[in-house]
C-alpha cells in the first residue's frame, strides 16, 4: 500500500476497507451516539466511553480478530502488550470469538487495570515484565506459544477499525467542517484520517497530544519517528506511547494527510475533563478529553468561523481518584 | 379530562397531545440518543442529563411556553416556584420566546442553582422567602405583576412535554416491556405513562422515590394525596416535594395507570449514583439515577424474564462535592 503514489486510490482503498470493517464488527460493537451540548453549538461529541469495554479500542479489537479468524480459523491465540484500553477490548474480541488470548503487563501496572483484563477472560503475564523489557518479553512468548501479535496501532485491521467511530460521525453530521481525535501511537487519529478523507478530502483532521508526550508533533517536523526516551509523564494515560508506529507514519507524515498535530498543558487536560465530567455529563478519561482541550483553547482551524467540528472521545475508564480530586479542589496542574 | 369513564379514550387523547407537544417543541430541545451498556444486555438508557439545560425539564417548560404564547401572544409573564431545575428550563424556554420569568425561590437555597437560573436570564425573587412561604409568596407576586403560573408537574402542558422522552425511548426500542422514571411530583412520571400505554396498554411503569420522601407510594396506598409535613431529608433533590398534584394522583391512582411505587434506600441512590459515572460513563444527579436504583436492587417486573427495560435518566445538574466523596470513599450512607 506504501507503493501507491495516487493519493486518491489510497484514500479510496482504505475507505472500502473501513466500510468493510463496519460490516464486519457491526455485530459486536455499539453505535456510539453523537451528541451536541449547550456548552457550543459548533461541537458534536462522539462519545467512544459508551463503547463496549468503555473505549473505542473494542472496534479495532474487533475487526483484527474476526480477520485473523477469517484467514487462521485455527490461530493459536494472540499476543499483545497493553495495559490499557487496548488489553481490554482485545481480551473480550478474542474471548467471543473463542480464540486465546495473552497480555503483558509491566509487574508495576495498575493492578485495577490488570484485574479488568483478566475479567474478560485474557491470560495475563506479569512476572519480570518491565516497561523497558516488556516487547521483547512479549516476542519471547509469541514464539514459544505461536501466536500472533495484534498491535495497538501499527496494524490496518486495528486503524481500519478505528476509523469506524468518525464514519458513523460523518454518516449523522456529513456537514463537519473538521474532526478532532487524541494521538498517542497514531491509530485512532489515522483511522479517521482515512475514514474522513476517503468522503471528503477538504475535511480537516487534527490529532491532540500532551506537550508532555509530543513525539507525533516531532516527527513530523522532523519527517522521521521521533521517539521519546521514556514513558511521558502524563495524566492522559492512554497516550504515553513513545513514538508512533510506521503505518502511522505513512498515513500522517509521508503521505501529509494530517492537517495538525496540536498540544496541551496538564492543566488544559484536566480542566478540559472537568468540563466533560460537570458541564457535557460524559464521564470520560483523561485521554478521551484530549479533543475537548485542543478545542476550548481555540486551537482548531475551520473552514468557515461556524464550522461544525468533531470530538471524538475515545474512552471512559478514568482513574477515580484523579476525577475525585478534580471535582473536589478544580485543576491543579500547572 | 377526569370526567372521562374510556380509558382508551382518556390514554388517546393525552397520546395525541404528547404527538403534538413532540412536534411543537422539536425546534427548541434534544433528542437525548437510548444508550445500551455493557452492565446489563436487558437496559435501556434514555439520559436526559444531555437535553437542554441538563435534564428532561426543558421538554414540559418549552411545551408549556409554547402552548401559552400561541394562547395569549401578550402575556406579561409566568412565574414559577423552584430552585432546581425546572426553574434553568423556564428561565431558558421563557427567554427563547421572549417572554418574562420570575422564579421564587428560597432564601436558604444552593447559590449555584440561583445563580444558573439568573444565567438564563430569569428574575429571581428571594428576598423574605422560606420554604414554608414560597407558594403565598409566589401568589402575591403573580397577582401583584399579572403573571402566569407554570407549575413543576401539576399541569398537563407539562406533563405531555416530559412524555415526550419516554416517546423517543419507544421510537428507538418498541420492544420495551417495562420503564422506570424517578417520581417527584409525578410530572415525568405521569407523561411516561401516557405516552407509552397510548401505544401499548400492556407496557408497565414504575415510578421510584426515595424511601424519605415516599409521599406517593402513601397516596397509592390511601388513594388520597398524603402531604409529607416537610421536605424530605434524601440526597435526590430532584424529588423533595411534599406531594404529587391533583392531575399527578388522576393519572396514578385515580385512573389505575401506574404499574408500581417503588421506594429505594439513600444507600441504594448513592451506589446507582457511583454506577452510573463510573461503568455507565453517564454524569448523573442522584435523583436521575433512581431508576437504576430500583433496577440494580431487582425491582422492577417484565413480562418476561429477559423482557428489556428503558431507564429515564431525567438529569445531570449534581452537587459537585457529593460525587467527588462517593469516586472517594464509596457509598457512606446507611
Known sequence: MTGSTDQGAYLKEHGQK????AARIEPYIRRTPSLTTDLDERLVLKPECFQVTGSF???????????????HPDTRGVIAVSSGNHAQALALAARTLG????????????PAKVAATRAQGAEV????????????????????????????????????????????????????????????GGGLTCGTILAAKSRNPGLKIFGVEPERAD???????????????????????????TAIGARNFEVMVERQLIDGIITVSERQIEESLLTSWTRLK????????LPLAAYLSN????????????????????????????LREGPQAL
Do not use: C, Y
Open 18 to 21: 473501513i466500510e468493510a470493517a
Open 57 to 71: 479500542k473494542a472496534r479495532g479489537a474487533f475487526n483484527a480478530m474476526l480477520r485473523l479468524k477469517e484467514a
Open 99 to 110: 480464540v486465546p488470548a495473552l497480555i503483558v503487563i509491566p509487574a508495576d501496572a495498575n
Open 125 to 184: 503475564v506479569q512476572e519480570g515484565v518491565t516497561f523497558a523489557n516488556r516487547e521483547e518479553r512479549m516476542r519471547e512468548l509469541k514464539e514459544e506459544r505461536g501466536l500472533t501479535l495484534v498491535h495497538p496501532f501499527d496494524n490496518w485491521d486495528i486503524i481500519h477499525g478505528a476509523g469506524t467511530a468518525a464514519r458513523e460521525l460523518l454518516l449523522d453530521h456529513p456537514d463537519l467542517e473538521a474532526i478532532v481525535t487524541p494521538l498517542g
Open 215 to 241: 513525539d507525533a508533533r516531532q516527527s513530523l517536523e522532523a519527517h522521521r519517528i521521533v521517539a521519546l526516551t521514556q514513558a511521558p509523564d502524563t495524566i492522559a494515560d492512554g497516550v504515553r506511547t
Open 282 to 289: 460524559v464521564a470520560l478519561e483523561p485521554t478521551g478529553a
Open 299 to 326: 486551537r482548531i482551524e475551520t473552514r468557515t468561523s461556524t464550522g461544525k467540528v468533531g470530538l471524538v472521545l475515545s474512552g471512559g475508564n478514568a482513574n477515580l481518584e484523579l476525577v475525585s480530586r478534580l
